[in-house]
T-cell receptor, first 113, second 116 residues
Framework: GAGVSQSPSNKVTEKGKDVELRCDPISGHTALYWYRQSLGQGLEFLIYFQGNSAPDKSGLPSDRFSAERTGGSVSTLTIQRTQQEDSAVYLC???????????FGPGTRLLVL | AQTVTQSQPEMSVQEAETVTLSCTYDTSESDYYLFWYKQPPSRQMILVIRQEAYKQQNATENRFSVNFQKAAKSFSLKISDSQLGDAAMYFCAYRTTQGGSEKLVFGKGTKLTVNP
């Protein structure tokens, strides 16, 4: 595709529900990243996938957060038992291995009521 | 740990004028990359310019240029001939590969207003 795509664009959920956020990276990009952008914390790294290597999950804020990447392409970020503090914009980015520029998707705005 | 500081939460500039956004960072790495990203209200993070630390020459992309001072750990962005479409949040970012992983560390951002 032309760029990184994310769905849904906006998501409103109730506290305690689970949500899934999807990211489609640029075709041919082997590295994929998730970031969270919130008013209080700014832009924070969540998780990094590179090819078939074990992901770097060091940025996930709690065990309610998990992510997977199927077939080295599409990624899903899952938040279980959502809390109001999970409200934020979740950004996905991808890059070509060996090149350093990350290209971002339009983000998913999550609102937990 | 690497940190990135943008000391100007907000800046404004008159259309056609020049503005400089500041960024400083802290790192113990010798080879790294720095970036400026623009985020308009649409939320899309758009790459403005990037700088490789091993290059002494400052990067330039059309009206955008950087002043990279490696010893001072400073990486400012200059926007010349400002246009209304330049209005956005600007984020300075440092790419770290510490620990075998890879991620961007961002500053808090500078909101740029362009006045007609």
């Amino acid at each position: 595709g032309a760029g990184v795509s994310q769905s849904p664009s906006n998501k409103v959920t109730e506290k305690g529900k689970d949500v899934e956020l999807r990211c489609d990276p640029i075709s041919g990009h082997t590295a994929l990243y998730w970031y969270r952008q919130s008013l209080g914390q700014g832009l924070e790294f969540l998780i990094y996938f590179q090819g078939n290597s074990a992901p770097d999950k060091s940025g996930l804020p709690s065990d309610r957060f998990s992510a997977e990447r199927t077939g080295g392409s599409v990624s899903t970020l899952t938040i279980q038992r959502t809390q109001q503090e999970d409200s934020a914009v979740y950004l996905c980015a991808s890059s070509v291995t060996g090149l350093e520029t990350q290209y971002f998707g339009p983000g998913t705005r999550l609102l937990v009521l | 740990a690497q940190t990135v500081t943008q000391s100007q939460p907000e800046m404004s500039v008159q259309e056609a004028e020049t503005v400089t956004l500041s960024c400083t960072y802290d790192t113990s790495e010798s080879d790294y990359y720095l970036f400026w990203y623009k985020q308009p209200p649409s939320r899309q993070m758009i790459l403005v310019i990037r700088q490789e630390a091993y290059k002494q020459q400052n990067a330039t992309e059309n009206r955008f240029s950087v002043n990279f001072q490696k010893a001072a750990k400073s990486f400012s962005l200059k926007i010349s001939d400002s246009q209304l479409g330049d209005a956005a949040m600007y984020f300075c970012a440092y790419r770290t590969t510490q620990g075998g992983s890879e991620k961007l560390v961002f500053g808090k951002g500078t909101k740029l207003t362009v006045n007609p």
